[in-house]
């Protein structure tokens, strides 16, 4: 009598890895992950991803999630070396990133991501990335060559010139910034005006991430040599946002703050301002040589800033800096950002003890977005498409109404 063992299948190769501190954190990374790749993947924390990444095991490996949020920011340079290795063994690398810093963002990117997808993950937004990489549709920023036509240049505009800075780290310069442009560029449909965002946070400038658009080396080319370069170039080096906004973002490399001069940041501004009836400048939380340059430029200037003691100071060393050199500082307009709401009494008694203290005025202020605010900058779209009922956009939207409103009368005026 002889027997014969059933026989059983082959296990499946794992063709998939999520790489995180904790992938429980992540629940609908595990949902989306099953859904995509069923039986086929594996789970592996930042301390064991490197030692498997050089395993023959990996070489299987089709892609990996690596999985991060704001918690994991202090373990950066352990999750780029994970990245680097993944793609020195040509592995795919999606990055799920949950309130994760632009900055930090950006270096993860630059390490080789090929994929990013905000957390919590939008409904099928996953499995899109996984077809992405599999029908090898190049890396997620867009290639040059796909780039849409500059706007044609006009010479005939005198337009508004608006800075935004932040007084203090995370005050939500570029938030205004970024919402405020994009609700000028809509505020009035049958004859929308002509606005352009310029970001001159050379370094760690964000408004690429915050819009979903690529950076082109063409910016970095119009900051080294001004002199040369006409509004022709400086439109060609522009990148539009839904055909309404126009945006010279950041240089794609970290570059220093001098490497432009006050007569650079003056011709930059003058070169916008005939081209756009509206100029938004997102400015560095650093004041350098060309900061006063902005200002004598600005209309009005906004200046962000919180409820506490470091907003407090650094607006105090602002306003003697500007006022013993004797420069305007009565352009500055002063947002407080993350206001105290109507029924909280305590936070407005602050906040006009804060202005007193500081003998300023605040005259915008600004809710708390919430998560809204993160989730919309992630997936890289204004407010007002991303969170169009959000306190916050509703007061965005009504700044940008009433600067409409005293530019196009101003206008009338002097016709």
């Not at 939380?285 to 006063?292: K, L, P, Y």
């Not at 919309?376 to 409103?405: F, N, Y």
Request: glycine residues 6%; proline residues 7%.
């Amino acid at each position: 009598m002889s027997s014969t063992a059933p026989l059983q299948p082959e296990p499946q190769p794992i063709t998939a890895c999520t790489i995180s501190r904790d992938v429980q954190l992540f629940d609908l990374l595990i949902e989306d992950m099953e859904a995509a790749m069923g039986e086929n993947w594996g789970d592996l924390g930042f301390a064991d991803a490197l030692a498997f990444l050089e395993q023959p095991e990996a070489a299987d490996l089709e892609f990996v999630a690596v999985a991060l949020s704001k918690e994991d920011e202090p373990q950066l340079a352990l999750i780029a070396d994970i990245i680097a290795h993944a793609k020195r063994r040509s592995i795919k690398v999606v990055l799920i990133a949950d309130e994760v810093s632009p900055a930090a963002l950006h270096q993860l990117l630059r390490e080789g991501g090929d994929e990013f997808v905000p957390y919590p993950l939008p409904e099928g937004e996953l499995a899109q990335a996984i077809e992405r990489l599999r029908a090898g549709g190049g890396p997620l920023l867009p290639d040059a060559g796909d780039e849409p036509a500059a706007p044609r240049a006009t010479d005939d505009r005198s337009g508004v010139v608006i800075p935004v800075q932040g007084l203090a780290g995370g005050s939500g310069a570029t938030t205004l910034a970024v919402n405020l442009a994009w609700e000028l560029a809509c505020v009035d449909r049958k004859t929308p005006p002509r606005v352009c965002l310029i970001d001159l946070d050379l370094q760690f400038g964000s408004t690429a991430t915050y819009l979903d658009l690529p950076r082109r080396e063409a910016v970095l080319e119009i900051l080294s040599d001004t002199a040369s370069a006409d509004s022709e170039s400086l439109l060609a080096a522009m990148m539009p946002h839904k055909e309404r906004l126009h945006v010279l973002t950041s240089p794609s490399e970290l570059v220093p703050l001098d490497l432009i001069g006050p007569d650079d940041v003056a011709r930059l501004i003058e070169m916008a301002r005939v081209n756009f009836d509206y100029v938004v400048i997102d400015m560095p939380s650093n004041m350098v040589d060309w900061s006063e340059t902005v200002l004598q430029a600005a209309h009005v200037y906004f200046a962000t800033l919180e409820l506490d003691m470091r907003s407090a100071q650094n607006t105090m060393r602002l306003k003697r800096a500007l006022q013993s050199e004797d420069l305007p500082f009565e352009k500055l307009r002063f947002v407080l950002n993350r206001a105290p709401g109507f029924t909280d009494l305590s936070g407005k008694s602050r906040a006009r003890r804060l202005a007193d203290s500081l003998g300023i005025s605040i005259e915008i202020q600004l809710p708390d977005g919430g998560r809204a605010v993160t989730q919309s900058a992630d997936h890289g779209t204004p407010l007002a498409e991303g969170a169009a009922k959000s306190p916050l956009r509703r007061e965005i939207a009504k700044l940008a109404r009433s600067v409409h409103k005293v530019n196009t009368a101003e206008a009338k005026a002097k016709a």
